[in-house]
């Protein structure tokens, strides 16, 4: 069961909005329209869980009273969300951006001890690792250099780097990553702070009511239609970030990358002028992003050689949408494999149905 937002995407959530969604939600559950005291326990537990996955934020016993929540706490839950103020979720959002702020700081201590350390030695802190939430801030600090060592490791390995050559660079790329993840928990001035906290608000109390009901907010909305209508628009690219900037890891056949003559492997330095080279991932899609024949202009490094490309934005055919077919001869007749890899249906006049009745048509 999902409940989305029927807003323009450019809309911003308000703790307003939370009530308004709860209500639609429990309107899908017969069994459920109160948010009752074990639902106060499960939000909580999945709010503070959805921001510290890996337990390398808080203290065992700094979230023992959030997620082992006494009848105090789950009153204080259930008064806040009835009187409509979400105190107690805002309580513990202001725990998230302390924790924050002391993780950085024991990133930068461990990754200078590492600095000092051989590859041999990191590769041996890597294997460290624990599921619990730290004791102490001993073995805060142990599992923090522990994910950094483990970063470090993979990535010196999977690109066959000489560690010592690429160190920092390899560590102020797990930094940057690192703060990718907090962004929506991180001030980014009040109508932002307030949109993303109302989304984590309302994620977690869709989650708590039972294991089939998610809520998906505007830009999850977009992704998923997309991803189900293999409608895209773009220049037609696949991208894949590293600390050597943005990689363009595939070109689509026949697409404005393709006809202008990019390439896999080429890095991407600039979008219309701005240096993307300290922008998060994300950032740097919302900038290639853009309606269909709009222009682009990108600056592109290959090899040693730096150039610009200008590029219009068009709808793109994915190489998923397309059913492809292969003919084996088998006795005195042939046997036809059709693939599609999917199930879909777009506003672009293209549907799995139509994909696989050209296919059959193509071989009779």
């Known amino acids: 069961m999902v409940f989305i937002k029927s807003v323009f995407f450019l809309s911003l959530?308000?703790?307003?909005?939370?009530?308004?969604?709860?209500?639609?939600?429990?309107?899908?559950?017969?069994d459920r329209n109160d948010f009752d005291a074990e639902m106060a326990k499960r939000s909580l537990d999945l709010f503070v869980e959805s921001f510290d996955v890996d337990h390398s934020y808080f203290l065992w016993s700094e979230v023992k009273p959030m997620l082992s929540p006494s009848g105090k706490w789950i009153?204080?839950?259930?008064?806040?969300?009835?009187?409509?103020?979400?105190?107690?979720?805002?309580?513990?959002?202001?725990?998230?951006?302390?924790?924050?702020?002391?993780?950085?700081?024991?990133?930068?201590?461990?990754?200078?001890?590492?600095?000092?350390?051989?590859?041999?030695?990191?590769?041996?802190?890597?294997?460290?690792?624990?599921?619990?939430?730290?004791?102490?801030?001993?073995?805060?600090?142990?599992k923090i250099k522990s994910e950094a060592a483990l970063f470090a490791t993979r990535e010196t390995l999977n690109g066959r780097y000489d560690y010592e050559n690429v160190k920092k660079k390899i560590y102020t790329y797990f930094q940057k990553k690192q703060r990718e993840k907090?962004?929506?928990?991180?001030?980014?001035?009040?109508?932002?702070?307030?949109?993303?906290?109302?989304?984590?608000?309302?994620?977690?109390?869709?989650?708590?009511?039972?294991?089939?009901t998610r809520f998906f907010s505007p830009d999850e909305k977009r992704e998923m239609k997309q991803a189900l209508s293999k409608d895209y628009s773009g220049i037609g690219v696949v991208l894949r970030d590293s600390m050597d900037g943005l990689i363009i890891q595939r070109v689509v056949e026949n697409s404005p990358a393709a006809n202008a003559g990019v390439r896999a492997k080429d890095i991407i330095l600039k979008i219309d002028g701005q240096d993307i080279t300290n922008l998060y991932?994300?950032?740097?899609?919302?900038?290639?992003?853009?309606?269909?024949?709009?222009?682009?202009r990108l600056e592109i490094q290959r090899g040693e050689q730096i150039f610009e490309v200008s590029l219009t934005r068009a709808p793109i055919l994915s190489p998923e949408s397309q059913a492809r077919t292969t003919l084996f001869p088998f006795g005195t007749g042939t046997i036809a494999a059709i693939r599609l890899d999917g199930f879909f249906d777009n506003d672009q006049g293209n549907s799995a149905a139509q994909q696989l009745e050209s296919a059959i048509a193509s071989i009779q």
């Open 13 to 30: 959530f308000t703790i307003n909005d939370i009530p308004e969604g709860v209500k639609e939600l429990f309107s899908y559950h017969y």
């Open 75 to 142: 009153d204080f839950t259930k008064k806040s969300f009835t009187n409509r103020s979400f105190e107690a979720f805002i309580e513990i959002q202001k725990y998230f951006e302390q924790a924050i702020e002391r993780r950085i700081a024991f990133e930068n201590e461990m990754i200078r001890d590492l600095l000092e350390k051989p590859f041999k030695e990191v590769q041996k802190i890597a294997a460290y690792g624990f599921e619990p939430y730290p004791a102490n801030f001993a073995q805060l600090k142990t």
């Open 182 to 212: 907090e962004l929506e928990y991180m001030q980014r001035g009040p109508s932002m702070e307030e949109h993303y906290f109302s989304i984590h608000v309302l994620k977690a109390i869709a989650a708590s009511m039972d294991a089939h």
């Open 281 to 296: 991932f994300r950032e740097a899609i919302e900038l290639l992003s853009g309606r269909n024949f709009t222009k682009v």
